[in-house]
């Protein structure tokens, strides 16, 4: 396919150069018309002269002159040749011009036809004779015109037509290549702009943009595609990096409690006579380890999936929900006393990874408060805060809690992966909410779960 830029010029170039030559050959064919015919008239006013001044009515004699016709038919006359009736010159035309005659012209000398006009040559010269009859029997007299003037005119006139014919188009194709080229100017940006990005999957590029009208707006249009699609792999690139890291955090964590495992199992293995409480407590602890490796997996599944954003959400009915959870944790830790304040609250989300949030606050809460412990649980104007009386976060650990993996001072000796709080920042997150930790009045952690509210509700149900 020819260039746009090609096509717009030759497109150009074809309309003026078709409309110039039409309009040329239109003029060159009535100003020859107009041309010819002035000949014409001027011969029909020396007939007209002749016969007024009755030159016709007698045979003429050597050397008689015929009047030319006036100076507004054409001026000065041409050459006049007489012949009798036999075909024989009786005046000569002036300027050894040797007109020929033909039986048309003797018909006309001997009355049996109408005065003739033709177009002659003679001598290479082109003529016009008009011929006229005698009275009866004195023969003709043929008027002559050179259409000479009228050749020269015409053919300085091609000559003049063919140029501007020409200038015209080359002018056309010019002018149509100069504008085509201002035209293309921005779609041929954004085919480099698009080939570059094709090569080198920038898409930092931007085109200018050169107007409001139809090729502007593409641009426009191109740029914020350009801009929704730089975001989104920004996007995509945070979040396989985020995968990434998740990958190798992981699999570095899981490292520590396979070899374990691992060397609990061949001791097993090799200990034939290992007493048995040994093997007992060995098996325990090979038992204690595949269910924490087990939760370990569980969590960084759950983390991984949570980077995909919220589908399939629904209207929560989140009092209900900590109220579940709370029991669930009762259940795990009938020691721990949950002193639950829970507001109507309804929120939008996946009650899954919501429930799941709650699980691990509650569950760390027990876990550091310790046994015979007592944990206020209150969900106030989408605010859930849950508040142990445990040794409370460190000041240096408070930033970090909620990276995964990260296990503070309290953590020491206690089961756990570090990924707890990670799942909830994360729930938090998606959620449109926020996850904060606080020192309790007197001691404790206190970490607060905020969401945005679809209804809250004044009316408070407590549960224990
Ligand atoms: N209620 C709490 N009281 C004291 N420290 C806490 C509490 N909750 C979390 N932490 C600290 O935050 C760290 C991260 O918590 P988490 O992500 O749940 O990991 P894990 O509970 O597996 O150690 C814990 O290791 C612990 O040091
Ligand atoms: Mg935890």
Known sequence: MMA??????????????????????????????????????????????????????????????????????????????????????????????????DDADRAVAAGSRPPLLRDVSSDGVQLRVLTVPLARGHGAVQFVRSYGNVNATLSRLRLVLALLCAGGTLLAALFGRLFGRQVIHPVSELTAAAEHITQTQDLG?????????????????????????????????????????????ASHELRTPVTSLRTNIEVLLIGGDLPEDDRRRLLEDVRAETEELGALITDVIELARGDEPLSGVEEVQLDALVGEAIARAQRRRPGV?????????????????LGRAVDNLLDNAAKYGGDDSVVEVSLHGGELSVRDHGPGIDEADRPHVFDRFYRGQTARGRPGSGLGLAIVRQVAETHGGSIAVHEGAGGGARFVLALPVLAPGAAASASG
């Open 205 to 249: 590029r931007r085109i200018e943009v050169p107007g409001d009208d139809e090729v502007g707006r593409m641009a426009a249009r191109f740029n914020t595609m350009l801009d929704t699609l730089e975001s989104s792999r920004r996007a995509l690139d945070a979040s396989v990096h985020a995968q990434r890291q998740l990958v190798a955090d």
């Open 337 to 353: 006393v949950f002193d639950a304040e829970l507001d109507r609250t309804v929120v939008e989300g996946l009650p899954e990874r």
């Open 4 to 101: 746009l830029r090609h096509r717009l010029t030759i497109l150009a170039a074809a309309t003026v150069g078709v409309t110039v030559v039409l309009i040329s050959v239109v003029a060159y064919v009535v100003l020859r018309g107009e041309l010819r015919g002035q000949v014409d008239d001027s011969l029909a006013a020396q007939y007209q002269q002749a016969r007024e001044n009755r030159l016709l009515l007698r045979p003429m004699g050597r050397g008689e002159r015929f009047p030319p016709p006036p100076a507004r038919d054409g001026g000065p006359s041409g050459p006049v040749q007489v012949f009798d009736l036999d075909g024989d010159v009786v005046v000569e035309a002036q300027g050894d011009l040797v007109i020929p005659i």
